[in-house]
């Protein structure tokens, strides 16, 4: 793990468990998405489902993962406090990056700049596991096959995902797929 990343409480370990699509994620992120905007008002300037339960028929993990994107992360005095007034912890913080969860720990937000690379890489994975059956599926089998693994650290995880997502990232903006 990057020096750089600053990891709330500490490592980790829980067991990766994939399920197939629940139609009821979007559902849930709509009554996230209310919460993170009463709580933000118009410092949120965009708030997204993101991630693989965003994706309809892929198989993900049972969480949630809400893009939100504000002015300044790194001015948390703006967005901190009320996210954690609504009920969510801070976890990660990393350059350019914030991720608070709910405590049952089934919510991810994600929160960075407006405009930023981690914006922009979110919304592309998104959109382009939304239309594209053979990487979703592709996705969909290394996240299996990773599940199956003993992992001391989620992150270590989210790692190993790193290099199909590249190259998923990489082939949608040659294809001008951009967000």
């Keep these: 793990m990057a020096e750089d990343v600053e990891l709330i409480g500490g490592v980790e370990q829980r067991d990766i468990r994939i399920v197939e699509y629940d139609p009821a994620w979007p559902e849930r992120f709509r009554a996230e998405h209310e919460r993170i905007a009463t709580a933000l008002g118009t410092t949120a300037r965009r708030i997204e489902h993101v991630g693989s339960t965003a994706v309809p028929g892929l198989a993900a993990k049972p969480v949630v993962d809400i893009g939100v994107s ?31 969860r709910t405590p049952a720990r089934d919510v991810h937000v994600h929160v960075y700049d407006v405009g930023s690379d981690w914006e922009r890489q979110h919304l592309l994975f998104r959109d382009w596991l939304r239309r594209d059956e ?29 290099p199909l997502i590249g190259e998923i990232l990489a082939r949608a903006e040659a294809r001008g797929e951009l967000p």
Excluded: I
């Design 134 to 162: 053979s990487d979703r599926a592709r996705y969909a089998r290394l996240k299996c096959e990773l599940a199956g693994r003993e992992w001391t650290d989620m992150n270590a995880y989210a790692a190993a995902k790193g």
């Design 70 to 100: 504000v002015p300044g992360v790194t001015a948390e005095a703006t967005y901190l406090g009320p996210l954690q007034r609504a009920g969510y912890r801070l976890r990660v913080r990393e350059p350019g990056h914030r991720m608070l």
